[in-house]
């Protein structure tokens, strides 16, 4: 059965802090992993790896992908109160590219 | 419309009574998704729909869960004899052709009281 765990489960940082999400995975089938951020409601898509050790950037944020160790990780450098939420990890293994399995999610909460 | 859209946004229901919840994919998008969310859990994957293919149903968790599509719009995920362990959130998520990531909707909030 594929498995995808993410961790820390919560975090609580200040305005400024930088921060490293960890998202580790055993899959029968590897497409790609992919990050997502939930807010209220809708998650929205941050970044699709498919590669080893080419990091994705986008602004403060940037992610990278390890494929012989299995895990991937999420940067956010200068946090900001915006970026308060849950960061969902994911692994598209399956027959189609979006039938993800997810991890339980990362709460991040960025203090003024 | 511009993205995924769901409805209703919240749904409470009696134990026992069948729901029905929508969901209009993005317009030209072949696939469509259903995920269900625990609350403190991450999404769990229910059903998609490719085209004309037969759905994958292969993460229904019974025999009261099942959906519908019609062509390449409109879907439809019920439940019947809703259970309180039922309670979740229920996204419904979109994708276009090729290589390209999900695109959720902002679900329903299925409450079984």
């Known amino acids: 059965e594929d498995k995808v765990v993410q961790s820390p489960l919560s975090l609580v940082v200040h305005e400024g802090d930088t921060v490293t999400l960890n998202c580790s995975y055993e899959?029968?089938?590897?497409?790609?992993l992919l990050w997502y951020k939930q807010e209220k409601k809708a998650p929205t898509f941050l970044f699709m790896l498919?590669?080893?050790?080419i990091e994705k950037k986008s602004g403060r944020l940037s992610s990278i992908l390890d494929k012989k160790e299995l895990f991937s990780i999420l940067n956010i450098t200068a946090t900001q109160t915006g970026d308060s939420a849950i960061y969902l990890c994911?692994?598209?293994?399956?027959?189609?590219?979006?039938?993800?399995?997810f991890g339980q999610g990362t709460i991040l909460t960025v203090h003024p | 419309g511009a993205g995924v859209s769901q409805s209703p946004s919240n749904k409470v229901t009696e134990k026992g009574k069948d729901v029905e919840l929508r969901c209009d994919p993005i317009?030209?998008?072949?696939?469509l998704y259903w995920y269900r969310q625990r609350l403190g859990q991450g999404l769990e994957f229910l059903i998609y729909f490719q085209g004309n293919s037969a759905p994958d149903k292969s993460g229904l968790p019974s025999d009261r869960f099942s959906a519908e599509r019609t062509g390449e719009s409109v879907s439809t995920l019920t439940i019947q004899r809703t259970q309180q362990e039922d309670s979740a959130v229920y996204l419904c998520a979109s994708m276009g052709q090729g290589r390209t990531p999900l695109h959720f909707g902002n679900g329903t909030r299925l409450t079984v009281t």
């Open positions: 899959v029968t089938n590897f497409r790609s």
């Open positions: 994911a692994n598209a293994g399956g027959t189609s590219y979006g039938k993800l399995t």
């Open positions: 317009s030209g998008h072949t696939a």
């Open positions: 498919t590669s080893s050790g």
